[in-house]
């Protein structure tokens, strides 16, 4: 234990030691430790036997932070003490790309998601968001980057309602609007062009790239997220340096969707921080992002009773994942899975897509680390989120299997906890501390 831990004990301890005034004060601050059986150092594949995790949390900020660990870590007197000795912990799973205000079904839109975009609105989208969310963070994603089509915005609504208090969620990396050419993803009539907004900011121009970065940056987004080649009119190399310049000089990365090879080649070569889906990839294509040092956020689905991939499609999948690992790209794990599947829910839909990494042959403790501690690089936590280190925000998720010999010990999580709140214990969400009828945490949040 180091000296500003012991520092923050002694003044826990004077806090309830001091009567009346200073009541509200250490009903502010709590202590919660865990008895770790195994915890998973996942950015090395290790495990330490019999360890103590101590949690402070300061509920008026929500902020939950470890302040000890180690098998010998004393545990203060009046802590709440959680057994998790027959488990095994780690820090929360990252999913690097999803939508969260999107759900497209077979009923009523026939999988069509520019009709799901017509009907639902965004207010009824932020509500699904909230839902989708909260079930991710069921099964353990404790951090989902979110790339877009949410309407006007409904994603930094759900951030700022889960960084206020108002709701239980993952952290997120959200977009704002998707940045394209004319059209965006869509195919619109000309009697109805304008249907593209929401869903797209159109930018054709310098001017307006720009425009289209810094209106998503003032109302929100963490990430800025580009249509490379949506249109048979893609973005030039020029103007994706532009895209990258533009974000930098807010201190954010540009995420580009990605179809063509040659958009793969411009994006890479504009230095983009990640292509988004493995449609494009080659083995060339992934040696010039080892070069370059772009993540790859494949999105691969897996083939399924509930997917429509080919047999081809999938052969191809595994193959380029499997040259993706082999050659050192920097991976990240993602879904995409912005549907409705009967029978699963968005969490247990994410957890599908280990299929396609187990498929491509790479090894469990592998395939752990991606979803890990890659995953919070890619979202820029790693410093302060994520790993289970003292210091760090108290992101901790416990399953009865080690996922390092076997990674479908993850379709069972059962024990989440976010910024020091227990979410979910014994396999039961019982998140009502996390609710709020107010902005507790303070309603600044940009």
């Known amino acids: 234990m180091n000296a500003s831990t012991i ?15 200073t009541r509200t004060m250490a009903q502010e601050l709590s202590v919660t430790a865990i008895r770790a059986g195994h915890l998973i150092d996942t950015s090395t594949g290790t495990v330490a036997s019999n360890q103590i995790i101590v949690i402070e949390r300061d509920n008026s900020s929500g902020r939950g932070t470890i302040v000890a660990i180690g098998a010998d870590a004393e545990i203060p007197e009046g802590a709440e003490v959680i057994d998790l000795s027959d488990h ?6 990252v999913d690097a790309h999803d939508h969260l205000a999107l759900t497209y079904k077979e009923e009523p839109e026939s999988n069509t998601y520019y009709f799901t975009t017509l009907m639902d609105s965004t207010a009824i989208r932020a509500i699904q968001a909230f839902s989708t969310g909260f079930q991710k963070l069921s099964s353990g994603f404790t951090i989902v980057r979110d790339l877009g089509n949410n309407g006007l915005y409904a994603d930094t609504a759900l951030r700022k309602a889960i960084a206020q208090g108002w709701v239980p969620g993952p952290t997120i990396i959200n977009s704002g609007i ?8 869509f195919h619109e009539t000309p009697e109805r062009e304008d249907t593209v907004y929401p869903e797209y900011l159109n930018a054709d121009t310098n001017d307006e790239i720009v425009k289209a970065i810094r209106r998503n940056i003032h109302y929100g987004a963490k990430v800025i997220k580009v249509c490379v080649d949506c249109q ?28 063509t090879r040659e958009g793969a080649l411009r994006a890479i070569e504009a ?86 990494w187990k498929a491509a042959g790479i090894p469990d403790a592998e395939i752990l680390k991606v979803l890990t501690t890659n995953g919070y690089e890619i979202s820029e936590l790693e410093n302060e989120r994520g790993p289970i280190r ?5 992101d901790i998720i416990a399953v009865r299997g080690n996922p390092l010999e076997d990674i479908y010990a993850l379709r069972n999580v059962s024990f989440v906890m976010k910024d020091g709140l227990v979410f979910k214990h014994d396999g039961v969400v019982a998140p009502m501390d996390f609710f709020h009828n107010g902005p507790q945490y303070g309603w600044k949040v940009r």
């Open 7 to 21: 520092s923050r004990y002694a003044f826990c301890l004077l806090l309830f030691a001091i009567p009346g005034v």
């Open 232 to 259: 048979a009119y893609p973005y030039t190399a020029e103007q994706l340096k532009l895209f990258v310049s533009e974000a930098a000089n807010a201190g954010q990365k540009v995420s580009g969707h990605v179809q």
């Open 271 to 356: 230095g983009l921080w990640s292509i988004e889906h493995d449609n494009a990839m080659d083995p060339e294509i992934h040696a010039l992002m080892v070069a370059k040092g772009v993540w790859r956020v494949g999105t691969e689905t897996p083939k399924a009773d509930w997917s429509r991939v080919s047999d081809e499609r999938w052969e191809r999948r595994v193959t380029m994942l499997r040259d993706a690992y082999n050659q050192g790209v920097k991976l990240a794990f993602s879904t995409d899975a912005d549907y409705f599947i009967p029978g699963l829910n968005r969490g247990e839909l994410t957890i599908e897509f280990l299929k396609s």
């Open 88 to 93: 095994y912990l780690l820090g929360g799973l």
């Open 178 to 185: 998707i940045i394209g050419a004319f059209g965006g993803q």
């Open 390 to 394: 003292e210091g760090f925000a108290a």
